[in-house]
């Protein structure tokens, strides 16, 4: 099956430091997605890119689009506690039709230290 | 709106026994997917559906897991008979697809905590 490789796998990092984490594929992703999982809960949506190039920001996250497709990265700056969570990429491969399935990255682990 | 709601938050449950799980999509959206979080395997699609029929349940692990969508307000995952090894989270999550246009955008539910003993 298609596969998103996702690094790093975690991160302890001290408040106020930035963070950047990526994925990649060796297949062309149509969509890519951001989301982040706190303990307990569902994963929730940071950001969606729809475009090759295409650079969006949240506040103080940033996440773009691979020009080849087959990447993405997510930067989060000024990091605070609140930022702890496991962060997941994920994205969709277009089948010549519009298509929902989701294939998820291995998630990034975020610690952040007060 | 509220979000996907899903019941139970936690279920523990001995082997062999049936497990129904439940969720509600949010209003209006087309799409609906059942996923399982497990430390070892990640997130893994199990099955999803549109406008209430199943599209691909590639990912049902064994005749044991099955899914219904009886309408467009609720769905239900079942195990029968439940193993020790099916223990995991369990997530709803639902999407809207614009004709013309790819939204990609999934919301999850909080998820149920599966323990099979």
């Known amino acids: 099956g298609q596969q998103l490789n996702q690094s790093p796998q975690s991160m302890f990092i001290q408040e106020g430091e930035d963070v950047s984490m990526n994925c990649t594929s060796s297949?062309?992703?149509?969509?890519w997605l951001w989301y982040k999982q706190d303990p307990g809960e569902g994963p929730v949506l940071l950001i969606a890119?729809?475009?090759?190039?295409e650079l969006t920001s949240n506040g103080r996250l940033t996440a773009q689009f691979g020009i080849t497709r087959k990447d993405s990265f997510l930067n989060i700056s000024a990091s605070i506690p609140s930022d702890v969570g496991i962060y997941f990429c994920?994205?969709?491969?277009?089948?010549?039709?519009?298509?929902?399935?989701?294939?998820f990255g291995t998630g990034t682990l975020l610690a952040v230290q007060p | 709106d509220a979000g996907v709601i899903q019941s139970p938050r936690h279920e523990v449950t001995e082997m062999g026994q049936e497990v129904t799980l439940r969720c509600k999509p949010i209003?209006?959206?087309?799409?609906l997917f059942w996923y399982r979080q497990t430390m070892m395997r990640g997130l893994e699609l199990l099955i999803y559906?549109?406008?209430?029929?199943?599209?691909?349940d590639s990912g049902m692990p064994e005749d044991r897991f099955s899914a219904k969508m009886p309408n467009a307000s609720f769905s239900t995952l079942k195990i029968q008979p439940s193993e020790p090894r099916d223990s995991a989270v369990y997530f709803c999550?639902?999407?809207?697809?614009?004709?013309?246009?790819?939204?990609?955008?999934?919301?999850f539910g909080p998820g149920t905590r599966l323990t099979v003993l």
């Open positions: 209003s209006g959206h087309d799409y």
């Open positions: 559906f549109n406008n209430n029929v199943p599209i691909d």
């Open positions: 890119l729809y475009k090759a190039g």
């Open positions: 999550a639902s999407s809207l697809v614009y004709w013309g246009s790819s939204t990609d955008t999934q919301y």
């Open positions: 994920a994205g969709t491969l277009y089948y010549g039709g519009a298509t929902n399935k989701l294939i």
């Open positions: 297949s062309i992703f149509n969509t």
